[in-house]
């Protein structure tokens, strides 16, 4: 089965226990996680920094061995140039942000020519609409719940109705992500307006028991 398929939590490395790491990757691919979330910032177009490629490379045989997959998400300026590291180290999807590069559509083709999924992320202020324009070099839009560089932020209310709108605009094979303050109480509500892969930080990886926390938020938005 395509691990993207169907509705996914996808928990995201940002918020775990780095020295235990391998131990949280084998807790929730084990409860039945597919999709392993991956946040790279570079301290420019966000402030913090955070992991590159070495990590990537580091965790790919336990996450596909498990019939998993790596969906990195680059917030980092000028994504194009990063790409190709990234490919090698094991991605399976990689979203680059509209906001960050004048060249989003060379930026998209790089990605799927790799072989990898092309995924488009918008910040909170970037309106729906932006998507139209690259509709068909995308195979997901991510759209931000937070403003991004940080884990543990408040969800922004209006963001179902933004995940509506791209629902609106794109066909139903694009997928639809949410990142950012996704818990039990606001994925539904994403999940109703068509989003279909879920971020999950703070709310899996950084839970006491990754595993159950993980199992309480796929079914929170409707299983697969």
Not at 20 to 45: S, T
Not at 63 to 83: K, S, Y
């Amino acid at each position: 089965m395509d691990p993207f398929e169907g509705r996914r939590v996808a928990p995201s490395i940002l918020a775990a226990d780095y020295a235990r790491l391998g131990a949280q990757l084998d807790e929730v691919l084990g409860a039945g996680a597919r999709v392993i979330h991956v946040d790279v910032m570079d301290g420019h177009f966000v402030p913090p920094i955070s992991v590159g490629p070495l990590v990537v490379d580091a965790i790919r045989e336990r996450v596909h061995a498990a019939g998993g997959a790596l969906d990195v998400h680059l917030m980092i300026e000028a994504p194009e140039r990063q790409v190709a590291e990234f490919v090698r180290a094991g991605a399976d999807a990689i979203t680059l942000h509209w906001e960050a590069t004048a060249h989003v559509h060379y930026a998209l083709k790089a990605v799927r020519d790799a072989g990898c999924r092309a995924g488009l992320a918008l910040n909170p202020a970037t309106p729906a609409h932006a998507v139209a324009e690259v509709a068909d070099a995308i195979d997901q839009v991510l759209c931000m719940t937070v403003n991004p560089g940080w884990g543990g932020q408040q969800f922004i209310p209006e963001s179902p109705a933004k995940v509506a709108r791209l629902r609106e605009l794109l066909p139903d094979s694009v997928a639809i992500e949410v990142d950012g303050g996704i818990d039990v109480e606001k994925a539904p509500s994403c999940s109703e307006a068509g989003a279909t892969l879920f971020v999950a930080g703070s709310a899996v990886m950084g839970a006491s028991d990754p595993a159950e926390a993980y199992r309480r938020l796929q079914e929170a938005v409707g299983g697969l």
